[in-house]
């Protein structure tokens, strides 16, 4: 975009995202999350303008852009007499931030675009009625993993409403959006190369153009949007419509209801590998991400355990063990990713096997699946990303997976706990859709317990009071934005 010119930047309806100021508040810098810095408040306020003057100096002008959306304001570059200045702070990791409001307007400093857009996420915040209160504070996350996930796969969302999730992370400072796209009852990915896994299933989907609209429309808020296509098991919808996949050839029964089904993808078949990497290889260029989750869950060996295929690879390879085929296939899979610039991210069942891909992320869910290894490998330093389904599981009950269980989640494996280890690269939620498939049974999920996840992964201090007293705040916010907020 040419510098100098107006730019006008209105929130699209359809993106449910308002572009009043939030509310007045009782107090005007109740903060959600709680920042970790010093926060220092002084007498006066300065009046946003219809049109503001910015100087986004080295940086990429999309940080900025979520700003001028929700507020609906104007801007023009310009580099003097700037109304928001953005600085750069190359010792400042990579979301942290220092924010300056006085008498001749906005100041950030920032080491990265995400700093700049968690800072002006609390400059929005902190406005109210087109005033923003003169104050200072520097500010930085506790993990550098603030994730949530949603499962587009068992229940299709339209892509509004995905956006409207990224949206509602981002006011929270959440960074990760975890994009689970197939499963058994749905492959909801398009694919050019494989035009057959979409065309005539009769799945919803999002196309190529609507993943990169995504893509772009969270990176704008600071959020890394992260696909997942999950891998070799909950491939049902997958092996449908191209059953030459499978062990036997056979399609599987269609696949209604959430569950762990036997016939997953064959891993003794070198045309296996070759369609997978073309469907990775695919999909890696529509996402920004450095990370592709590629699922490795709840993969029952009945099938391969009875394969020539599989059977005639494990002896070929020397294996011992059937979840040891599992461990290779990840390999070849990391390894291919890695060779497309990205790193691997897998669920903890495939720490049952003995190899694993030396850069693998491993996504800690329950204690069941590969059982034990998880935390020796954790112990080992392997980055592990945490999403224990007994505080961070969503489409459990609120009375079950309690604000207070989210809020007091404190990871630990083995004798290690997170705040011990740096290869701890966080948490996240997530939310299975089983069991829903509105709009407005997805928000009465999320909230309000997402204010007790955003709080436990930035903030380092605990205040359960004061965050249930903001989290009231907030969640009235919410309302007015339009979000059902669950009752608590
Ligand atoms: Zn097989």
């Known amino acids: 975009m040419p510098k100098g010119r107006s730019v006008c930047i209105g929130a699209p309806e359809s993106l449910g995202i308002s572009s009043i100021f939030p509310a007045a508040r009782c107090k005007a810098m109740d903060l959600m999350p709680n920042p970790n810095g010093r926060l220092l408040e002084s007498a006066g306020k300065w009046g946003l303008k219809p049109i503001m003057r910015v100087n986004v100096g080295h940086f990429d002008e999309v940080c900025i852009r979520a700003f001028f959306q929700r507020t609906g304001l104007l801007y023009e570059l310009a580099e003097e007499n700037a109304d928001l200045i953005l600085t750069h702070a190359p010792n400042f990791k990579d979301e942290e931030h220092y924010i300056f409001v006085g008498p001749s307007g906005i100041q950030v400093n920032a080491s990265a675009e995400a700093g700049v857009a968690a800072a002006l996420t609390t400059v ?8 923003i209160p003169h104050f200072s504070l520097k500010d930085f996350p506790k993990y550098s993993h603030r994730g949530f996930m949603l499962d587009c796969s068992r229940h299709f969302f339209p892509l509004s409403v995905v956006k409207k999730v990224i949206e509602e992370m981002s006011l929270l400072k959440l960074n ?9 009852q749905g492959w909801r990915i398009e694919s050019k190369e494989f035009p057959e896994l979409t065309e005539n299933s009769g799945y919803d989907f999002y196309t190529q153009d609507e993943i990169r609209e995504v893509v772009s429309f969270a990176k704008e808020r600071g959020v890394d949007v992260i696909p997942e296509i999950d891998l070799p ?6 092996l449908r419509v191209l059953p030459w996949l499978s062990c036997k050839g056979k399609a599987p029964e269609e696949a209604y209801l959430g569950d762990v089904f036997s016939i997953i993808a064959c891993a003794g078949k070198e045309e296996s590998y070759n369609f997978l990497e073309k469907l990775l290889g695919e999909a890696c260029g529509l996402f920004e991400s450095k990370y592709f989750h590629i ?24 294996l011992s063990s059937f979840e040891d085929l599992q461990g290779h296939f990840t390999c070849r899979m990391a390894e291919f990713l890695r060779a497309n610039g990205k790193t691997a991210i897998c669920w903890n069942d495939v720490t049952s096997a003995r190899e694993l891909p030396d850069d693998l992320v491993i996504q800690y869910w329950n204690e069941f699946s590969g059982a034990g290894s998880v935390a020796e490998r954790f112990s080992a330093g392997r980055p592990v990303i945490f999403s224990d389904l007994r505080n961070m599981y969503f489409d459990y009950p609120q009375d079950v997976v309690t604000v207070q269980k989210v809020y007091s989640y404190s990871p630990a494996l083995g004798e290690l706990s997170c705040s011990q280890a740096p290869n701890a690269l966080g948490i996240q939620a997530c939310l299975w859709s089983e069991l829903f498939s509105t709009e407005k049974e997805l928000e009465e999920r999320m909230f309000p317990r997402i204010f007790a996840l955003a709080e436990n992964a930035w903030s380092n201090s605990r205040d359960y009071s004061g965050f249930m007293r903001r989290m009231k705040l907030e969640s009235d916010e919410a309302k007015a934005r339009g979000v059902r907020v669950a009752e608590f």
């Open 176 to 184: 990760a959006f975890h994009w689970h796209l197939t499963d058994d």
């Open 233 to 238: 098991g909950h491939t049902t919808a997958l």
């Open 295 to 318: 699922g490795g869950d709840e993969a029952p060996k009945t099938e391969w355990m009875q394969c020539p295929n599989c059977n005639a690879y494990f002896e070929r390879l020397g």
């Open 124 to 131: 929005y915040k902190a406005s109210s009625g087109g005033f």
